[in-house]
């Protein structure tokens, strides 16, 4: 069964430094990844996903991230983070069959201070 | 994008009712719609495969008769937490595939369920 592992519950960074939240995931077969955002009280925005073509991702406000076989990652990096980027980030993983759910890490929370 | 609705966004119920949440796509078919539960500060467990026409697929531990979901139709899937109590208070979000499409998945807002 396939799984990810989200290093690091908690992240704190200064705004406008380097943002990078580890995930790792597990998979018997070729894995479809996603990063998702979620603001308090909301539903799940999505960042950025990778399906098996360009192993860099870029996703939406500024973030990316890149497919890494030999290491089972999947991190996610933005250059200079602001304080809008404070979130709960979500790792997901599914075998991309139609009808197959995502499976969730537990979610890192990052905090951007000034 | 493609969107989906939740309906309601915040309920809050009595010891022993049952609520129903909607989770409606609005500009797409979705045979397949997932029901996900969240505790605060916590990550979404998923619940259900709900599939258009047939019966539901439950993970293991869920309740079948606690928590009933039904996908009537291709935009439409429900879910009822029945004679709800205290500990069913949580965060409930559902997500749509549409047809055709892999890998991703759409996401309503979520519906916040407070059981007193």
């Known amino acids: 069964a396939q799984s990810v592992t989200q290093l690091g519950s908690h992240v704190s960074v200064s705004e406008g430094a380097l943002v990078l939240l580890r995930c790792n995931y597990s998979?018997?077969?070729?894995?479809?990844l996603f990063w998702y955002v979620q603001y308090p009280n909301q539903g799940l925005q999505l960042l950025l996903k990778?399906?098996?073509?360009?192993?860099l991702v870029k996703g939406i406000n500024g973030f990316e991230a890149e497919f890494k076989k030999s290491e089972t990652s999947f991190h996610l990096t933005k250059p200079s983070a602001h304080m809008s980027d404070a979130a709960e980030y979500f790792c997901a993983v599914s075998v991309g069959q139609a009808g197959t759910a995502l499976i969730f890490g537990k979610g890192t929370t990052l905090s951007v201070s000034s | 994008g493609a969107v989906v609705s939740q309906h309601p966004s915040w309920v809050i119920c009595k010891s022993g009712t049952s609520v129903k949440i909607e989770c409606r796509s609005l500009d797409f078919q979705a045979t397949t719609m997932f029901w996900y539960r969240q505790f605060p500060k916590q990550s979404l467990m998923l619940m259900a495969t709900s599939n258009e026409g047939s019966k539901a697929t439950y993970e293991q531990g869920v309740e079948k008769d606690k928590f009933l979901i039904n996908h009537a139709s291709l935009t439409l899937s429900t879910l009822t937490v029945t004679s709800a109590h205290p500990e069913d208070s949580s965060f409930y979000i559902c997500?749509?595939?549409?047809?055709?499409?892999?890998?991703?998945?759409?996401f309503g807002e979520g519906s916040r369920l407070t059981v007193l």
């Open positions: 990778y399906t098996s073509a360009a192993t």
């Open positions: 997500s749509a595939r549409e047809s055709g499409l892999t890998g991703e998945l759409f």
């Open positions: 998979s018997s077969v070729p894995p479809y």
